[in-house]
Each structure stands twice: as C-alpha cells, then as structure tokens.
C-alpha cells in the first residue's frame, strides 16, 4: 500500500479535520495545526461532550471552520471531510460517561469510529489518526511494570464501564487496521495516557482527580487522597499530544499504534502534594477510602507507560514535566479564561 | 440483588426464547430444553447465518416456536420474549463472517446484545444466559499454558477480525454485567471452546477444520495439516454444551463468566488423525504452510481452557471425549440427514 514516505501529510497548506474537536484535545491540536501552517482545520463536534468553551480561543480565526455535526451522521461527516487531506478521530465517551449511557458510548466509540473510517475512506482521505487510550491496557492488578504496546488487556476486578471503554478503543483500533487492509487506508493510532492541561474539563475519571484536589485546596478544604496514595499515575501534558498528532500526519508511519504518555509517572500523593503547592497552599492531604457508587480506576502498583515506540514511529517524545504543566493549568484555571470556563 | 436460589429457573414448565437458535448449539439446546420439560422454547433466528436445516429435526415438535426475526430490531425481541422466563443469547458473528462484513458482524455482535438484554430487561425475564468465547483470551502467542476465567486478552500478531470478535465478546460480558448492576438482570456467560457436533456447519474458523478433513478424505486426498500440527485446539462436544446452557438456567449462579470448554486439548496433528481413521481412512496427512489471504487463528503453543470454575458456578463438566462426539458427528454426515444438509 504505498512505499515509504507515501503516508506523509505536511501540515503547511494541508487541510485537516478533527472530529470531536470541541475538546481538550481537539482544541490544542487545532491550534498547533494552524499554528504549522495548515491551509484549514476544521472543528466537527455534535456539542454534547464537546464544548464552545474549549474552542472560544480560537472560533475566530480566519483558517478554522467549526462544523456542527455528528458522528452517528454519515452526511456530517462525508460533507466535512470532502477536500481534505487527513482527519484525527477524538470523538469518544470516556468511562464516567460510559457507565451513564452505554448505548450511546458504544455507538461513539464504535460506529461513531466506523462511520468516520467510511467517510475518510469515501472522500478519499489520506491519513487518519485515530485516538487510542492506555485503556487498552485495562485496569487492576495485572496493570503493573512497563507496559508496552503488546501488552494484554487485563480486566479482572474493573467496573464494566471501564472494561466498555477499553474494549472500544481496542475495536477502533481493529477498525483502523480492518480499513488499512481492505481500503488502504493509512493510519497512525496513538494511545494517549490520562490528558491534563489549560482547558481542562470534568470528565475525564483520573485527570479528574487534579481538578477536585486544585478546587478543594481552593475552598480551604484538606485534598484527598484515595488509598494510600502509592498508586501510580501517567498523565501526559495536553500540548505534548497536540505535538504527537501532527506528527502523526507528517510522519511516513502507517498501520502503527504507539503510547504517547508523559515524561515520567507520578504517585497519586505526589500529585496531590504538586497540586497543593501550585495552588499555593501546604495544607496536607487527607486519606480516604472509595466512595461507595462512584466509578475509580485503580491500578495494581507502579506501572509505567512506555513512550519509546513513539519515538521510533514518529520521532516523538514528551517535553513538559508535570510540574510544568500543573503549574501551566493552574495558571490557566486562575486567569480569566478559566474562571469562566 | 436477590439470596441464594433466587436466580434458578427450574426448566419444566419454563419458557425460554434462543436468540440465533437455527444454529449448532441453538438446535442443541432446543432439544435440550424440551426433553427437560420447557413448557415452550422459541427459536428466534434471521437465518442470515442460521439455517432451516440446523432445526429441521426439531421443526414440528409441538412445545417448539419459531420466529423469524432479527436482534437489530426490538420489536421482534419484545414480542419474542413477552412472557418468557429465560433467553440464551446466542446470534453472533464469528471471526471469518466479522472479516467479511465488519459493520454487520458489530451490529450483531454489540447492539445486538444490548437490544437483547434491553428486550428481556422489559420483559420481566428473570435469566439470560449469554454465549460468550475463549475469544476473550484472545490469540497468538500470549495465549498457552491454562487459560482461566482471569487470564487477559491477548492480541498481538492476530488478524483483526479475530480480535474485533474477541473484543465484541468481551463487551458483551461487560453488558451483561451493566445490566444486572443497572436493573438487576440475573445472567450467566458461559464462554464456550469451539464448538463441533452433529449438524456442524462451516462458519467457525476452528471447528471448520474438522470438517475440511473429513472432506478430503473421503475425496481421497490427504488431509492438511498447517504447521507441524503441534498446535492445541480445545474444542467442546454440543451436546455438552447445550446440557451447560441448561445447567446455567436451573442453577442458582448469577453474575459469573465461566469457561465450557471440552474434557482436554488435542493437537491438530491428533485432531486430524482422529478424523482420518473415523473416516474409515489410513492415508497420511499432508504437512503445509498457511494459505495466503485466508484468515487462521493460531495459538501460542500448548495451553488447555480451565472448565473447574464452571463447575463450581453451575455444577457443569464436560462428559463427551473428543474421539466420541467426532464419531457421532461423522456418523450424522454419513446418515441421511447429514448428507442433505
């Protein structure tokens, strides 16, 4: 299906379409698109999840085009990808909104991921990313070392919402190498850890736990710390995975899927010790068990997402500490924008 | 949600619908459940997989209903299921249908589930019992030594198909699971090995190897072998099988996956040899490489699918040898009935 080099966008004068772009994510990749030189990147996004928050910093630009429209529509799709080149799939339910409304995270997730392969495929699109999760990794005690792109997709012990969500990913990965195969499409497949960052939302379940410890710290309140606050955490900054997208587009990789996580993990205490100080406090952490009813994801021990491959298939690895980033978030929930977000 | 007992269904005067019932195991447990008492067993079926033959036997029987209807469709589930007290659910792409047809196979495999759970949760039904597969421990290399109820998902080197059917049928347990949290539906899945019995048909990637041999020997030519046949299969016998769909019914067991395998592994090697000289043939097998373009699913190496945690769930173990449910599946093809189908 084409030699090296062939599956290669350049972003200058290309145009780009990202499907839930209404997103953390989506809203910071866009900006890094436009800011490469992209011809026209086009925001689709049904609004449901997404939001005219994430995206306020940009609606004006004159090459962004904001589509309302709907994954589960073939017709919004197939208009909004005529006459581009390459399109990143962010459009997802995650966990918390998974166990809410199975139904439709599944037709998100699954058709929603088949309905954007076909008309990438019909439109004759050159490249898609897709956006994969460390879900595919699953949860509890078998998550724990270096996990790596072959490792099993552990569920023992996990809520099925969880489980609902990694098996998605899984199949839209699958997807992605079923149209590959059939249609020749190129694809890159990115598996993001837990995003954190300016524009920074409320559902992601473990990028969460940030915001509720900033907000406590906030009101005066002692943040919490679940368990005895060994678990690890590996999030990834929201700028880092905006860089690995467009370098998913510019590099020759096809029919790969890569971990994009961040420098390093963190231990849940040491995250809530980080937060506490950007917020400017030194108040101490109270520990505290589940809370009956809501969805956690634990993990088993200390683990560590391994984003080597990523720089042997695109050339990417992440640049900003967490410290860094927190401290950048912070900034952001403490301006303007975010105060009103 | 409910003591000890609750979840039993006594078969006798019970009414069970089989969701894809004009199947191999479909036909089996239909027959399995009359003979026990069933007051009344629907056969739900679209036949676009299933057949008139796989039931053909059973047709006339007084106590046996038959539906044409389709699991995309809820009203052919809620007027199928009104009244009932039971639902196996069984309609399913398997992994050569899912290469195929991608789009049907997760139409079936995942709306269709949850049209059905959604259908018996409307209903009143108070059991499901839900056909899952050692498809959830996936496939290649990972997978070897003894499979468990816990043993991860595997996936690497595997076509994508497989693990788009592996994948569905994970996320089918998962709803199973969401629904007895959500509306407290009682269920058990039962992750059946591959199937092979009288009225096989030539739809499981697996069990079609049975059949393939048994063809070229009676054509006269030597059957293939594709490797050094020291691969392991562990296949189940369907009439075991269909007494384990019954077992799950009347026992007291909810909430719980469990593996329906057969009594031990055999290699391909001895699978094929069985086959030769129950064909009534002593001619050498044929050792070949895989055919290009042709979906096979390879294991690891040797491993065996643990069936004790069945037995503890629902009091189930497998009775009928390999070398015993083969000669009655080739007794069926040289009777009459078999060699019309």
Chains 1, 2 share one sequence.
């Not at 630009?61 to 799709?77: A, E, F, K």
């Not at 050159?126 to 595919?136: G, H, P, T, Y």
């Not at 079923?178 to 837990?194: F, N, P, W």
Request: hydrophobic content about 40%; some cysteine; aromatic content about 8%.
């Amino acid at each position: 299906m084409g030699g090296r080099g062939m599956a290669t966008i350049p972003i200058a004068g290309g145009r780009f379409v990202i499907v839930g772009g209404a997103s953390l994510v989506g809203s910071a990749t866009a900006a890094e698109l436009l800011d490469a030189g992209a011809a026209e990147v086009t925001v689709f996004d049904n609004f449901s999840l997404g939001s005219d928050a994430a995206i306020a910093h940009l609606k004006d630009h004159p090459r962004l085009r904001l589509v309302r429209g709907d994954v589960m529509r073939m017709p919004d799709l197939l208009d909004a990808m005529k006459g581009a080149d390459g399109a990143l799939l962010l459009a997802a339910y995650m966990t918390l909104n998974m166990d809410r409304d199975a139904w439709g995270g599944l037709d998100v997730n699954i058709r929603g991921v088949q309905n954007a392969l076909e008309a990438a495929r019909a439109t004759g699109l050159r490249k898609v990313v897709f956006a994969s999760s460390n879900a595919v990794y699953g949860y509890g005690p078998g998550v724990s070392g270096e996990l790596v792109e072959n490792t099993p997709f552990h569920s023992e012990g996990a809520p099925p919402a969880a489980i609902l969500y990694g098996a998605s990913k899984i199949i839209g990965e699958q997807l992605c190498r079923h149209y590959k195969r059939k249609h020749g499409l190129d694809y890159v497949v990115l598996r993001y850890s837990t995003v954190y960052g300016e524009r920074q939302h409320y559902r992601a379940a473990n990028a969460l736990y940030i915001i509720e410890t900033y907000d406590r710290v906030k009101r005066g309140e002692a943040p919490r710390v679940f368990g005895d606050g060994s678990e690890t955490k590996h999030f990834v900054y929201v700028g880092d995975l905006a860089r690995a997208n467009r370098m998913a587009f510019e590099s020759a990789a096809t029919d790969v899927a890569v971990n994009t996580s961040g420098p390093r993990p963190v231990t849940t205490l040491d995250l809530v010790r980080m937060v506490t100080r950007l917020a400017g406090s030194d108040i101490a952490p109270e520990f505290v068990g589940d809370t009956p009813g809501q969805v956690r994801l634990t993990s088993g021990g200390a683990f560590r997402i391994a984003h080597e491959e990523a720089h042997r298939a695109i050339g990417w690895k992440p640049l900003v500490e967490m410290e860094e980033g927190l401290a950048r978030l912070i900034a952001w929930k403490e301006s303007n924008e975010g105060k009103t977000s």
